[in-house]
């Protein structure tokens, strides 16, 4: 029993670094139906940037931070060169991602090389604690990750729900056109929404750096969950963004400890039962 | 290999000028563009095969090289057939060719024959396809690369992970390969003459496919499914038949890969090995079968030996990419396409015929190609604004 509450905790940490990912993923989707497949390249790269950081300033939070502002300012610069020009086709953006997955990749192997690293944590989040009632022994650093993705779950919640420039994302999802035509200036939106699901993919580099480790192939491995949690949670759907991630993050964590042959294939089942069942994904709305 | 040759190079030494009446070097220069229109296309394709054939009798690295591309260029084009025709870009074509490898390889470990191993792997490949079809084909556009990339990296995560069965990371050799008597596979030089008919078989078949009444309805399909729909096709069952035949071709281009190679591991089937498959397609120009080709043989000798020499080649091939996808997206085989409009043009020009016009003997294929206003690259979603929309 203790070990399936440490193995739910993991799955929830797993959930917290995949919607970081993937909750930018699925509003650049959404408002600017971008299908970037770079997502993964720029979490990973992100990471490796907070890691060179941390381990020349020993500070963690400055690797955090640099590493968001860094991949911020790359969808920045993205998002107003490479995407607006290719702005005619979404299968053009698609591919054109898929070519700056070979560049952000090899460059990282080039300066980082090819054997894995981890992102150390400072002093009291290295250690572990023994937690209440269930009397288990678990990491800080994992429940601080956890911490961390539940405040910023809430911070966009407020943002999309609550604020001007929310609703005029959420506006956006829906019917972009008829946004445009009302006056309201989607090209900033868009900027805005790329910019800021670059720099939460860079933030989720560092604390994915810390549990899941930096490795040549983790960018793929981080877009297939990404792209799992839109297929379950919907393309484009906030709510089902926080959803999917709950429910891929738990899954692929029980599928690597109880079926560790079949971690990748369990994952498939509800994106396959989704398919099936509901296309358009559990949250996701009808020509999205 | 200058398949396609280029055709425009005999009318860009003598520019003429409109207006004028036809004298006898106008007159000359007309007879060579349209025997040129009327022969480049085979005179290439021959010469293409002879070298071939003198390349791989060969033992030293071309022939290694062209076998290898040959064996990623069956896996291209058939992806080019569904990707560039019905506007399904599939990430996971090298899963299947992987699917194909493997399932060879174990079926021999198992102490089946050669024979019987390549007669299962086909089962197994059409199997798998024929069932994950049924999920993927449900998708369209960007959602369907979004499904095939996850099924890639599924089958990926089966080669890597499922070690009983695949031997994870180490890989599984193959030992035996088939033979009939004096055609034996394991003789490298009938292994070679192999791989090329099977390219070639291939080759004529995808061309005769999107020839075919089916080829056209899936270019329709691309262009505008709603309307064929409206006509009465049934649409998705045809976009299921052109997955079916995109990764059965993948799984034969994988037995004949572990023929080659002797031995299948996971990064063949790895997530970048699913993108070259892609790059492949698009860098030789999505909707023309002979571009893949090309384009597998560029990205295997930038793999095998630029590799050496240019380190950072990954790089290069992603900003080559982005490039292509930027300013030419027809890919190497939009160009070719381009120089043969010229030349149809010119030859129009010469005739005396109105200027602007398109020739009269523009072929079917250049007409529907790269003639339209977004090349190959404007698939379904080019016009956002007539997507369906049933946003209550």
Excluded: C
Aim: glycine share 14%.
């Amino acid at each position: 029993m203790q070990e399936f509450i440490a193995q739910t905790l993991n799955g929830l940490t797993l959930a917290g670094v995949i919607f970081l990912v993937s909750s930018g993923f699925t509003l650049v989707f959404g408002i600017m139906r971008v299908t970037n497949l770079a997502h993964g390249a720029v979490y990973l790269l992100g990471g490796y940037i907070g890691y060179s950081v941390i381990q020349s300033t020993n500070n963690f939070f400055l690797g955090l931070a640099v590493a968001a502002l860094a991949m911020g300012a790359l969808g920045l610069g993205l998002e107003r060169t490479l995407i607006t020009w290719l702005r005619r086709s979404e299968m053009a953006e698609l591919l054109a991602t898929l070519g700056l997955i070979y560049v952000i990749d090899d460059v990282a192997l080039a300066i980082w090389g090819g054997n894995p690293l981890t992102v150390n944590l400072p002093g009291f989040l290295g250690k572990s604690s023994t937690l209440p009632v269930s009397g288990i022994v678990y990491p800080n650093g994992r429940i601080f990750i956890l911490g961390v993705s539940v405040v910023v779950a809430v911070a966009l919640y407020y943002l999309l729900r609550r604020t001007r420039v929310g609703a005029i994302v959420r506006a956006g999802v829906d019917d972009r056109e008829m946004v445009g035509a009302l006056g309201v200036n989607v090209r900033l939106a868009n900027t805005l929404v790329f910019t800021l699901g670059a720099l939460l993919a860079g933030f989720a580099g560092v604390l994915g750096g810390t549990v899941l480790g930096l490795y040549t192939g983790g960018d793929s491995d981080m877009l297939l969950f990404a792209l799992a949690v839109v297929i379950v949670g919907g393309l484009g759907s906030f709510e089902g963004a926080i959803l999917g991630s709950l429910l891929i993050g738990l899954v692929v964590d029980y599928g690597t400890a109880y079926f560790a042959a079949f971690a990748y294939s369990v994952l498939f089942i509800p994106v396959i039962v989704v398919l099936l069942v509901k296309p358009q994904g559990l949250l996701g709305r009808q020509g999205v | 290999m200058t398949a396609g040759g280029p055709p425009a190079s005999a009318g860009a030494t003598t520019p003429a000028r409109p207006g004028r009446p036809a004298g006898r070097l106008t007159r000359l220069t007309l007879v060579i563009l349209e025997q040129s229109r009327r022969l480049t296309g085979p005179v290439a394709g021959v010469a293409a095969a002879v070298v071939l054939v003198l390349i791989l009798q060969g033992n030293g690295f071309a022939s290694t090289l062209v076998e290898d591309a040959l064996v990623y260029a069956i896996a291209a084009m058939a992806l080019d057939f569904m990707a560039g025709y019905a506007g399904m870009v599939s990430l996971a074509q090298a899963g299947f060719l992987g699917v194909g490898a493997y399932a060879v390889a174990i079926a021999e470990n198992h102490f089946l024959s050669p024979w019987a191993a390549v007669g299962i792997a086909l089962a197994v490949v059409l199997g798998a396809g024929l069932a994950l079809g049924i999920v993927a084909v449900r998708t369209k556009g960007v959602s369907f690369v979004i499904i095939t990339l996850a099924l890639g990296q599924v089958l990926y995560g089966l080669a890597f992970q499922w070690t009983g069965l695949s031997e994870g990371d180490n890989g599984i050799t193959v030992a035996s390969l088939p033979a009939i008597g004096s055609f034996d596979l394991s003789n490298p030089l009938t292994l070679r003459m192999t791989v090329l008919a099977v390219f070639a078989v291939t080759a004529l078949l995808l061309v005769l496919f999107t020839r075919s009444p089916f080829g056209l309805s899936l270019r329709g399909i691309r262009s505008n499914e709603q309307r064929l729909a409206a006509l009465g096709y049934r649409t998705s069952l045809h976009r299921y038949l052109a997955w079916v035949i995109a990764v059965f071709f993948a799984g034969v281009a994988g037995i004949l890969y572990v023929f080659v190679q002797g031995l299948i591991t996971p990064t063949t089937m790895a997530f970048s090995a699913n993108g070259f498959l892609v790059v492949m397609v698009v860098l030789g120009g999505l909707g023309s079968i002979w571009g893949p080709a090309i384009g597998a043989l560029v990205i295997v000798l930038f793999q095998q030996e630029a590799s050496t020499y240019v380190t950072r080649w990954q790089t290069l091939m992603g900003l080559t990419l982005i490039a292509v996808v930027l300013f030419s997206p027809g890919g190497f085989w939009g160009l070719v396409r381009a120089a043969g409009r010229r030349r149809d043009a010119l030859i129009t020009r010469l005739r005396g015929g109105p200027a602007g016009e398109n020739g009269p003997a523009t072929t079917a294929g250049q007409a529907s190609g790269a003639g339209q206003a977004g090349g190959p690259l404007a698939l379904e979603t080019a016009h956002p604004g007539t997507e369906p929309r049933q946003t209550p």
